[in-house]
Antibody, heavy 127, light 108 residues
Framework: EVQLLESGGGLVQPGGSLRLSCAVSGITFGTYGMNWVRQAPGKGLEWVSSISGNGGGTYYADSVKGRFTISRDNSENTLYLQMNSLTAEDTAIYYC????????????????????WGQGTLVTVSS | EVVLTQSPGTLSLSPGERATLSCRASLSVRSNYLAWYQQKPGQAPRLLISGASNRAPGIPDRFSGSGSGTDFTLTISRLEPDDFAVYYCQHFAFSRCTFGQGTKLEIK
């Protein structure tokens, strides 16, 4: 059974930093590209970032580029999102998600769909 | 960047009825990059359809996807109580991913 479990969310002050983790089980983790998607309270889904299976390709939404860093540790089956210079607009539930069948993500490009999602971790940016 | 516009914003129907949800892209896209998700309150999204028309494993056959170019449709043939939720379309290609704003399917 594929399982994704996020952690690391919480309350942080504007300008602060936070690192999210996503522990993955049930798959050969390093084979799959992974993603972070967020959802502000009462709003829709927003893609944040993607990373290839070997970590050699990373991709970001314009809204987080230069502030967030996606990474992975394939020996620990864990995905990370380092978030710096946080603002109130970053307040959201953050989901990790695995690329599904028909997807590809490598050092040159990413495309596809997300077939497994974690339950999310809430990040609140407030003073 | 492809902008996806979903309509209607809210759809009120009764169990047993047919639901037709629309997703329009701001420019022509390849069907294999178009997906649909269902999200219930307090839950993560669930993949329903990939490649515009391919049901994900375990998804009932009352869910179907169709379309090409700029116009895509998710159809639920006979609504069951469990189907009332928010539905999102998604396009991910050329290393950019966008979601539609969602259609809320509510019980009439």
């Amino acid at each position: 059974e594929v399982q994704l479990l996020e952690s690391g969310g919480g309350l942080v002050q504007p300008g602060g930093s936070l690192r999210l983790s996503c522990a993955v089980s049930g798959i050969t983790f390093g084979t799959y590209g992974m993603n972070w998607v967020r959802q502000a309270p009462g709003k829709g889904l927003e893609w944040v970032s993607s990373i290839s299976g070997n970590g050699g390709g990373t991709y970001y939404a314009d809204s987080v580029k230069g502030r967030f860093t996606i990474s992975r540790d394939n020996s620990e089956n864990t995905l990370y999102l380092q978030m710096n210079s946080l603002t109130a607009e970053d307040t959201a539930i953050y989901y990790c998600a695995k690329f599904g069948v028909g997807s590809d993500c490598n050092s040159a490009f990413c495309y596809g769909n997300f077939d497994y999602w974690g339950q999310g971790t809430l990040v609140t940016v407030s003073s | 960047e492809v902008v996806l516009t979903q309509s209607p914003g809210t759809l009120s129907l009764s169990p047993g009825e047919r639901a037709t949800l629309s997703c329009r892209a701001s420019l022509s896209v390849r069907s294999n990059y178009l997906a649909w998700y269902q999200q219930k309150p307090g839950q993560a999204p669930r993949l329903l359809i990939s490649g515009a028309s391919n049901r994900a494993p375990g998804i009932p056959d009352r869910f179907s996807g169709s379309g090409s170019g700029t116009d895509f449709t998710l159809t639920i043939s006979r609504l069951e109580p469990d189907d009332f939720a928010v539905y999102y379309c998604q396009h991910f290609a050329f290393s950019r991913c966008t979601f539609g704003q969602g259609t809320k399917l509510e019980i009439k």
